[in-house]
């Protein structure tokens, strides 16, 4: 039979495919039980509510966490198979009222924590995934070195070769196990209960119905911070739910954009408080804004611990056409900015960008956030230094016919030089909690520009917002823009008893 022979090219078709499909076997019974144990067996560290936190990944369908020795473990049903131990390490609270105040703040808008967690857990399965591919490679590819004849050697020898590839992999088996090492005892006497039944005595806020906790030792002390903790959630909840729910009472008062114009929705000074990022959303929603324009303070102190801050305002606004921000004195640091640019939100380092409409904007961060005023490759700069290095950045731009539509800084002092000189239309700024303008400037070169400061859309006293509710009004505002410059201001306002004013829209 010659070597073009159908029949026997046909035969070696088969072969080539059940060998294949062998292969394909072998890869999938190697690959997803290694890729289940390395799963299983993986954690990441991350920051979780505040806390320094360990995840690990489970297939029990509960999200647990581990609260320490003051604070009863708790669990939820995740919905799916899938689920996560979370353990709670360390924290920057100073006292267990404050962890339960960010826990309930948190905890009242929790959609940025899960998103972040979701990730973290994804990222660890897709990295397992691959190591199990390679894995599940591993008997393929010795199979193939090995070759036809030296497979049939090993045939021959059966009993040595089956005592070989036995032992290597109870050698294997016990590298992966280690049972020399001694089981570490842990008290784990409690059960589970659902929080009605461990906590009889208060009202389960809506929502934390399906919890529940570890019965172990609770004392006094527990139960106050955790009475706490739902007081705080349901007044968290209630509050700014009921404000977002009210801003269809107050659209006919927006300005609305015509089919030329683009609205930006300016907030500052948020300091921890997500529980305004969906009442500004619903507001900016009502207003038809589609860009958002971050002036600053966005936390009260910088730390790593923070970052859920930043991501519930990303998870806000994710959808927007533009995110623009800058960093405020209590950012500290550059985890703030750092965050916000990962996101992919563009941050102004002091040079022009075009990020929606033609508007040309610069900014650049409050010189105070990292106690060193960094200015590209100029170290040590001032807070007056940056003001009239930024001033000379924007009045060059302006004399080559590319003019400033708006300057964004934290504290509109940082703008003060360029817009006295004429040299920008708009300054936006936060920082002292409370509105100042649009104010009018006439330039030295006779060029006119305005002015504003946004109060504080956290409605922070001092740098703290975070709680139940707001500390005082709070504040935002729709900058509308056409033709590449701003046209007009509308401030809104949320008064501490809930009710949201809309003032007249001001043209620029």
Not at 302 to 323: I, K, M, P, V
Request: hydrophobic content about 40%; overall charge negative; charged content about 20%.
């Amino acid at each position: 039979m010659s070597a073009t022979d159908p029949a026997s090219h046909s035969v070696s078709k088969r072969r080539r495919l059940l060998h294949l499909l062998g292969f394909g076997l072998v890869w999938v019974l190697v690959a997803v039980p290694t890729w289940v144990v390395l799963f299983t067996h993986s954690q990441t560290e991350m920051v979780v509510a505040s806390h320094d936190a360990v995840v690990r990944p489970t297939f029990d369908g509960y999200v647990r966490l581990e609260l320490g020795p003051y604070l009863p473990d708790a669990r939820s049903k995740t919905g799916s198979r899938f689920g996560v131990d979370i353990e709670l390490g360390k924290t920057t609270a100073t006292s267990g009222e404050q962890l339960a105040v960010r826990y309930a703040a948190i905890a009242a808008q929790p959609d940025a924590e899960i998103s972040d967690v979701r990730e973290e857990i994804a990222d660890l399965a897709w990295v397992q995934a691959l190591r199990a591919g390679g894995i599940g490679l591993l008997p393929i590819a010795l199979w193939l070195l090995l070759g036809r004849s030296r497979r049939a050697q090993l045939v021959r020898h059966r009993g040595r070769f089956a005592l070989a590839t036995i032992t290597a992999l109870s050698l294997g088996v016990l590298a992966f196990l280690q049972p020399w090492r001694a089981e570490t005892e842990r008290v784990d006497s409690a059960q589970w209960l659902g929080v009605a039944a461990a906590f009889p005595e208060v009202d389960i806020p809506e929502g934390l119905e399906g919890w529940q906790i570890r019965n172990g030792l609770v004392t006094e002390g527990t139960r106050r911070l955790v009475f706490s903790l739902f007081d705080t959630y349901e007044t968290s909840k209630v509050f700014y739910r009921d404000l977002a729910d009210s801003v269809p009472e107050i659209a006919d008062k927006l300005h609305q954009p015509a089919e030329d114009e683009t609205v930006a929705v300016l907030v500052s000074d948020r300091h921890d408080n997500i529980g305004m990022d969906p009442v500004v959303r619903a507001a900016a929603d009502a207003a038809g804004a589609t860009v958002v324009l971050d002036a600053g303070d966005d936390t009260s102190t910088g730390q790593a611990w923070e970052t859920f801050s930043l991501d519930s305002l990303n998870d806000a606004f994710e959808d927007y056409d533009a995110r623009v921000a800058v960093a405020g004195n209590h950012d500290h640091g550059s985890i703030v900015s750092n965050h916000l640019k990962k996101l992919g939100w563009t941050h102004l380092d002091g040079d022009p960008v075009t990020p929606f409409a033609d508007v040309r904007i610069t900014g650049v961060d409050d010189p105070r956030s990292s106690g060193l005023g960094n200015w590209r490759d100029q170290k040590g700069l001032s807070f007056a230094e940056v003001k009239t290095t930024i001033a000379e950045d924007v009045c060059n731009l302006d004399e080559d016919g590319e003019r400033i539509a708006t300057l964004v800084v934290h504290d509109a002092n940082l703008g003060a030089t360029a817009l006295a000189r004429g040299c920008t239309d708009l300054v936006v700024s936060g920082h002292l909690h409370v509105q100042k303008g649009p104010t009018q400037v006439v330039g030295e070169n006779g060029k006119i520009g305005y002015t504003y400061t946004n109060g504080t859309t956290g409605g922070a006293a001092y740098a703290v917002a975070i709680g139940s509710k707001l500390r005082r009004d709070a504040q935002f505002t729709f900058v509308t823009y056409r033709g590449g410059r701003p046209v007009g201001i509308q401030p809104v306002s949320v008064k501490t008893t809930g009710v949201l004013v809309v003032a007249d829209y001001v043209p620029l």
